[in-house]
């Protein structure tokens, strides 16, 4: 992994800082993501012009109303037509699709980003979709959102501090991945570069399988006979444990659909764990019992979250 900056950054970029210039933004699925870029771009003063296309029209029309985007388009094509940088930020299965819609309306010149949660399919959906403009896409993911979706939530400091990977196309050339790190940078991220590959590996075991514990750990209370009597019990620790349980479906099935291996593989290991773990307890071996949960209360505590916040997806 390359780091463009050792350490992330607490603030957004100094007022005068150098910041890339656009004449149009295109913001494709201005929900939590999409319209914290857009807040995030017009803050840095990045495009003179944000346009925005969502699915549901009304959708577009509260963006426009928070003054989060200042034009709506009728389509995906319509709004990337003229766009000199186009993000799309809707669920991962969508990007191909999407994709292939604003093809014939791009400029040779364009930038293009994502801000999805998984990389390897992205990137291949790309190649499909754009053929040689593929060169123009570069895959990225914002460590940053939360629990919850919608332009209503956008945040104009979403990713103030906030670690960004990049994982560019061997068809990227350079300019396109340095304009890329200048957009994020200009955004108040910090950017770390890799591959699809090892992006998808690593927020596998550090996001993909702790959502798929989260809803499944939630599940097996809510279906009991008593459980919704058990729930109005719950305190802190459940509702630390337990706050990515109420993240978007929909967002949440295409990524596991993506990234099934090495979520698979991950569920494997956790398996072992929890199997070592139900071990001692059955066996009422309490010192091994307490020999694994020191050894996990001290990785936990010798973790240094990379943000300042601990909310981010
Ligand atoms: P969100 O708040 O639900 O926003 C997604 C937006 O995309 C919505 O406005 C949605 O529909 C629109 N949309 C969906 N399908 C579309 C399509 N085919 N064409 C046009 N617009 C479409 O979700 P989000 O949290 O911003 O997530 C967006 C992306 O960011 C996902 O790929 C996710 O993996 C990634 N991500 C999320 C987080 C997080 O914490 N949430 C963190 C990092 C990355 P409507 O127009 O109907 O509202």
């Known amino acids: 992994m390359v780091s463009r900056n050792p350490s992330p950054r607490p603030a957004a970029p100094e007022p005068g800082a150098l910041t890339p210039q656009f004449r149009r933004l295109a913001v494709l699925g201005v929900g939590l993501l999409g319209g914290s870029f857009a807040l995030a771009a017009k803050r840095a003063a990045l495009a003179r012009e944000v346009v925005g296309y969502s699915k549901s029209p009304s959708t577009i029309q509260a963006a426009i109303k928070a003054g989060v985007i200042d034009h709506g388009a009728d389509s995906a094509l319509q709004a990337a037509t003229g766009a000199d940088l186009v993000v799309l930020a809707v669920p991962v299965a969508a990007i191909g699709p999407l994709l292939r819609q604003i093809r014939l309306g791009l400029s040779d010149s364009a930038l293009l980003l994502d801000v999805g949660s998984t990389k390897a399919d992205v990137a291949d ?7 040689e403009a593929a060169r123009q896409f570069v895959p990225c993911h914002p460590i940053a959102g939360s629990e919850r979706s919608g332009v209503q939530h956008a945040q ?11 994982t560019p196309l061997e068809a990227n050339p350079a300019r396109f991945v340095d304009a890329a790190t200048q957009v994020w940078e200009a955004l108040g991220g910090v950017v770390s570069v890799m591959s699809p590959h090892e992006h998808d590996a690593a927020f596998a075991a550090v996001s993909h399988l702790p959502h798929l514990l989260a809803f499944a750990f939630v599940y097996a209370i809510a279906r009991q006979p008593q459980g919704s009597s058990f729930l109005q019990l719950a305190g802190p620790g459940f509702r630390d444990f337990t706050r990515i349980a109420g993240s978007d479906p929909t967002m949440w099935r295409d990524v596991f659909q993506a990234n099934s291996a090495e979520v698979l593989q991950q569920l494997q290991m956790f398996k072992q764990a929890v199997a070592g773990f139900e071990a001692q307890l059955r066996q009422g071996n309490w010192s091994v019992l307490e020999s694994l949960i020191r050894q996990a209360s001290q990785s936990r505590r010798d973790w240094a979250s990379p943000s300042p916040a601990d909310d981010a997806t």
């Open 156 to 166: 104009v400091d979403l990713f103030d501090g906030r670690r960004v990977v990049v």
């Open 125 to 131: 959906a790309a190649l499909h979709a754009l053929g």
